[in-house]
């Protein structure tokens, strides 16, 4: 028992060296930082983080980002919420094989499809704006969210459903009042896995977007690889990434918990 | 009630028709016509697909990618298998080990490219330093090992906690009473491991499978960022290959490389379906 414990903490640690390097970094100056190696700033500095929030183009990315990642974990529950309970309640002549077909378009090669998309949303008129990304994101994670809450919905029991028909219920309250209760932690981790998966997508949102929906992952990339990369700059908008999701993570920390506990997943 | 299903079906299948069917057939049309930038496309048939199968340097990308991700799938998976089993299975502590686990996901693929690349750096990165301390000359701009062994350690870090996820929910699922059962047999703790936990794992760790493997086929900004797909063409997998071609407008080849590549994944992906799914059949009856 002991040494599991050892070997989790021991995990746990390697999990955290990146992340502590990121804010370590972010709180140097770019003289130190390439002067030499240190492993906890000398002269500890808010710079980086006061040139991204007084930065329009650094504060419009992230809100940008914000935008159309909500959009699509909206877009994606609505779509995926009713097509798991079609699955997981009634066989249909090929359900089996819209199933595995729905799971390939998670396979599909971003990078190839970015061209097509980039000439259906001009022909729809949401190039570049967050309706564009937002969507297209959908091709990955309505896939995943019909998986996952397919798997919580099947845990129920179907008796919950006939009983509450046979008591009357019109089936929009049974889904309000009995049933969503009963998936709210399957819900909550569906939207967790979609919010992570837009939220770190780099591909889909560099190539539909130019200015008016630039997110922060393609802000981000902006002067790597030219000469004088500044380390400390993107180390704090790195970590100023982790913020959105880590709030989102200690809302949902409690369905993530019974959800993860509750669901085949 | 049969069409009732399809009424509930319609929301997703309609957004899935517009943002994976029509680019789908676009990708297939391309695929079939000669096209560069300006001219009008010409037909020619599977043209492109011989092309692109007889190109050397879509062969290296495409074994690099086999590779890489057999390495991904055999590291990850019993890591996250080990971590999961390590966990608390109650208490204040799962919360705290569940939002750890939550962290990493969370960072955008180039971020972590950027780490990466924070890390490596020949003389403000930690882990030259380190080396250079028992002797060793890490670079991954001149050294192929060491830029593709930097970005499979970065994956490994980046992916083994959702393995992890899902393995904890999948243990967590499991009823106590199986466990009961097992002791009382006197079942010695990898017997409880080989014929309780792991076939009740089996669902999720299909999922965990089928879910490293697709993504880990998808890998693209952390060896840009690192070394831009080096040295040499090191670190170049599929992703990489095939974008490379569209930002070129060479679209009748990245059409007919992205073709291909969908359906090798297709097809691995079908087999470890069936693989797994089998695999535990057998176990129960």
Redesign the interface.
């Known amino acids: 028992m002991k040494k599991?414990?050892l070997?989790?903490l021991a995990?746990?640690i390697?999990?955290?060296v990146?992340?502590y390097?990121?804010i370590n970094?972010s709180l140097k100056t770019d003289n130190e930082?390439?002067k030499q190696?240190t492993f906890w700033p000398k002269d500890p500095t808010l710079k980086n983080y006061i040139e991204i929030f007084t930065s329009s183009i650094w504060r419009n990315s992230f809100f940008n980002s914000i935008v159309y990642v909500c959009l699509n974990v909206l877009?994606t529950l609505?779509?995926?919420v009713?097509?798991a309970?079609?699955f997981s309640?009634?066989k249909?002549?090929g359900?089996h094989h819209?199933f595995?077909w729905?799971?390939?378009?998670?396979?599909?090669?971003?990078?190839?499809?970015?061209?097509?998309?980039t000439?259906?949303y001009y022909t729809m008129h949401i190039y570049d704006t967050h309706w564009a990304v937002a969507?297209?994101h959908?091709?990955f994670n309505?896939?995943l969210a019909?998986?996952i809450l397919e798997?919580f919905m099947a845990g129920i029991p179907r008796e919950i459903d006939e009983t509450a028909f046979i008591d009357g219920y019109s089936f929009g309250r049974f889904f309000r009042k009995v049933f969503f209760p009963l998936i709210a932690p399957g819900i909550g981790?569906a939207a967790?896995l979609c919010f992570?998966f837009s939220?770190?997508?780099?591909?889909l949102a560099k190539a539909l977007t130019v200015t008016e929906a630039k997110p922060?992952?393609v802000t981000?990339?902006v002067g790597?690889?030219a000469e004088g990369?500044r380390?400390g700059l993107?180390?704090a908008?790195?970590v100023l990434?982790?913020v959105p999701?880590?709030i989102v993570?200690?809302f949902v920390?409690?369905y993530?918990?019974k959800?993860?506990?509750?669901?085949?997943? | 009630m049969k069409n009732r299903a399809w009424l509930f079906l319609v929301p997703a299948l309609v957004l899935m028709a517009i943002s994976a069917f029509i680019p789908l057939m676009t990708v297939i049309n391309y695929s079939l016509h000669y096209i560069f930038a300006g001219s009008a496309p010409t037909f020619v048939g599977f043209e492109n697909y011989a092309e692109v199968l007889q190109d050397p340097a879509f062969q290296g990308a495409l074994v690099r990618q086999l590779v890489f991700s057999s390495l991904v799938l055999l590291v990850e998976v019993p890591l996250g298998v080990m971590v999961a089993l390590a966990m608390p299975k109650r208490g204040p502590w799962v919360a705290v080990c569940l939002v750890l686990l939550g962290i990493p996901l969370l960072i955008p693929f180039n971020v972590v490219g950027i780490i990466a690349r924070l890390f490596t750096q020949a003389s403000i990165g930690v882990i030259p330093a380190l080396c250079e301390l028992v002797g060793y000359n890490f670079n991954v701009a001149l050294d192929p090992i060491d830029a593709s062994l930097t970005v499979f350690l970065i994956d490994v870090w980046h992916w083994t906690p959702l393995v992890v996820l899902l393995c904890y929910a999948g243990l967590q699922a499991i009823p106590d009473a199986y466990y009961q059962a097992a002791q009382i047999d006197g079942a010695s703790t990898w017997q409880t491991f080989r014929y309780v936990t792991l076939p009740k794992l089996r669902p999720v760790l299909i999922i965990g499978v089928l879910l490293r493997f697709m993504d880990s086929f998808k890998i693209y900004a952390e060896p840009l960022l690192l070394t831009g797909g080096g040295p040499g063409s090191s670190t170049t997998f599929l992703s990489l290959h095939v974008a490379r071609k569209a930002e070129s407008y060479e679209l009748g080849y990245a059409g007919a490389s992205s073709i291909i590549y969908l359906f090798i994944v297709i097809v691995l992906s079908f087999i470890f379906f069936q693989l797994m799914s089998n695999i535990g059949k057998g176990e129960q009856k």
């Not at chain 1, 729905?102 to 998309?117: D, G």
């Not at chain 1, 959800?259 to 997943?265: E, I, K």
């Open positions: 599991r414990t070997g989790l995990y746990f390697i999990l955290a990146p992340i390097w990121m970094t930082i390439l190696l877009i609505v779509a995926a009713p097509g309970y079609a309640r009634w249909f002549r359900d819209l595995f729905l799971l390939t378009n998670r396979m599909a090669p971003a990078a190839v499809f970015m061209v097509p998309f000439e259906l969507l297209a959908c091709l309505i896939p019909i998986w798997g981790v967790f992570t939220w770190i997508e780099l591909i922060v992952v981000l990339t790597i690889g990369v380390w993107l180390a908008a790195g990434t982790m999701g880590a993570v200690y920390r409690n993530l918990a959800g993860f506990a509750l669901g085949r997943v």
